[in-house]
């Protein structure tokens, strides 16, 4: 249960910043007060290095991936300041609070990155008496799979379903879908709002499996007298930017006037980081 935030930029490398200005920055970062149980962020950066040379390793890439992940909290970590005036073409930023007691350990953090792919989720995939998919067995995909995301949680079992579709050759943002709808044959009310990404492709989904107040968040939020802050809690919204597209979880100040757009539950948003443009879709399932 978390906050996601990403951009995309096809025109030059931008900041965190730069997207969203400094106030939402500042909002964004207050939010991990919260979401304290540590942060991560991974980023697709342009090369300051001469691209496609052969210096007796592999051929140098045009860009590079950059992950940072800790059990520290935003708000706490120096860190946060300095990776969000980053340039990056493209990043995904992910505050955690953590789903079902899960434990506090690094392979829990967030994005996860594998085979080129990043990932971030907000939700929690337990059954109707609140057994998380963790202690399920009887999923699609195995458990190499899911050592492969280097993680334990029921958010890395869903990156493993991700990573399992692509492996097939399905297209990302196909393989995002092909994905929710294999969990949602047996935990159809869970979460599974996400920001995915690779070098060309930045996905995110509005998957939430109901609107109302889960009472653990509820619980979390009054404790800090922000109840009114969680009432869109699973809400997903998106800008457009010039040359591409910023994309967030509710819980900072986002207004209509200021170009912010609802992104409509079980939709998926697909941009193009070579050109900066976006489609909106229907889930396939």
């Not at 990043?91 to 085979?115: G, K, Y």
Request: net charge negative.
């Amino acid at each position: 249960m978390c906050r996601l935030l990403g951009y995309l930029s096809a025109d030059s490398d931008i900041t965190l910043r730069d997207a969203i200005g400094s106030d939402q920055l500042d909002a964004f970062k207050e939010v991990s007060r919260i979401h304290n149980d540590g942060w991560g962020v991974d980023g697709i950066n342009t090369t300051h290095r001469a691209a496609h040379a052969k210096d007796g390793g592999a051929e140098s890439p045009e860009v590079f991936e950059s992950i940072y992940r800790t059990t520290e909290p935003a708000f706490l970590d120096h860190n946060f300041e300095s990776l969000a005036s980053t340039p990056a073409r493209s990043a995904i930023f992910h505050l955690r609070l953590a789903s079902s007691n899960l434990p506090l350990i690094p392979e829990n953090q967030q994005p996860f990155t594998a085979d080129g792919i990043s990932f971030a989720h907000n939700g929690d995939i337990s059954s109707e008496d609140g057994v998380n998919l963790v202690h399920n067995s009887d999923v699609l995909v195995t458990p190499y799979e899911i050592a492969q995301t280097g993680g334990k949680s029921d958010s890395a079992i869903y990156f493993a379903h991700i990573l399992h579709f692509t492996q097939l050759g399905h297209a990302l943002d196909v393989a995002v879908e092909e994905a929710i709808a294999a969990l949602r044959e047996q935990y159809k009310d869970s979460s599974y709002n996400c920001l995915v990404q690779t070098k060309t492709t930045l996905v995110c989904a509005n998957a939430t499996g109901h609107d109302y107040l889960a009472d653990r968040v509820a619980e979390v939020y009054d404790a800090y007298g922000q109840r009114e802050n969680a009432k869109d809690y699973r809400v997903i919204r998106y800008k457009a930017i010039p040359g591409g597209v910023v994309v967030a979880s509710s819980g900072f100040d986002q207004k209509e006037e200021d170009g912010w757009k609802e992104l409509p539950k079980n939709h998926i948003l697909v941009a193009d980081s070579a050109t900066g443009t976006f489609e909106i879709r229907p889930l396939a399932a």
